[in-house]
């Protein structure tokens, strides 16, 4: 079946290290995106991409990176930088032309300790 | 002001009642979606509307764009239902690259 799959769906890090949180679809979509969500708020943008090495920034990119070298791979990098890492994470990938619906991911939640 | 406002935030039914969301939004769009997040965090979208109404199984989703709300019922609630439901927005020309405006979700419980 197609879908979108997220890895790890927890994930410990210590303050001050990188950590790459992977999401791979296999519905052939040429958007991808990856939220944050945080108890009490709505889902925000932090990147985006419509197509292969091409991304765009979202509304929350600081402390952010992703890449978009494969169609089906849009993984997340969240680095030092990031002054508040712990969150949930959802990758969410869009159809296009005729069909415009999203997908979801199961989510990774990060916790930095 | 949020450009997406959910009413209520928390909501808890008995089985079998009938439910309405409520969705209010600020901005011109393109699409309205309707999602479903479980408590293990995963998200489903359950409609996407820019007219009139649509309806899958249980679920209706409605929408009057001059008015600028949406609502979401339930018929027949059951206890699977309880889920966070999301609305959101995408504004602007509808292509791949539109970016989705979200509220803060209702909570709904259903008890047996």
């Known amino acids: 079946d197609g879908g979108i799959t997220q890895s790890p769906k927890y994930l410990f890090r210590k303050e001050g290290q990188n950590v790459t949180l992977s999401c791979e679809q296999n519905?052939?979509?040429?958007?991808m995106y990856w939220y944050r969500q945080d108890p009490g708020q709505g889902l925000r943008l932090i990147y985006y991409?419509?197509?292969?090495?091409?991304?765009q920034k979202g509304d929350i990119a600081e402390g952010y990176s992703v890449s978009r070298e494969k169609k089906e791979s849009f993984p997340l990098t969240v680095t030092s930088a990031q002054k508040n890492p712990t969150a949930f994470y959802l990758c969410?990938?869009?159809?296009?032309?005729?069909?415009?619906?999203?997908?979801f991911g199961s989510g990774t939640r990060l916790t930095v300790v | 002001k949020n450009e997406v406002e959910q009413s209520p935030q928390n909501l808890t039914a008995q089985e079998g009642e009938f439910i309405t969301i409520n969705c209010s939004y600020s901005?011109?769009?393109?699409?309205l979606h309707w999602l479903q997040q479980h408590p293990g965090g995963g998200i489903v979208s359950l409609f996407m509307?820019?007219?009139g109404k649509k309806k899958h199984g249980r679920l209706i989703a409605t929408i009057n764009i001059q008015e600028k709300h949406s609502s979401l019922h339930i018929t027949a609630s059951h206890p699977r239902d309880s889920a966070v439901y999301i609305c959101?927005?995408?504004?602007?020309?509808?292509?791949?690259?539109?970016?989705?405006?979200f509220g803060e979700g209702t909570q709904l419980t259903v008890n047996p």
């Open positions: 509307l820019s007219s």
């Open positions: 519905l052939n979509h040429d958007a």
């Open positions: 969410a990938s869009r159809g296009t032309f005729l069909n415009y619906g999203y997908t």
């Open positions: 901005v011109g769009i393109s699409a």
């Open positions: 959101a927005v995408s504004s602007g020309r509808e292509t791949s690259g539109s970016r989705l405006t």
């Open positions: 991409s419509q197509i292969v090495n091409d991304f």
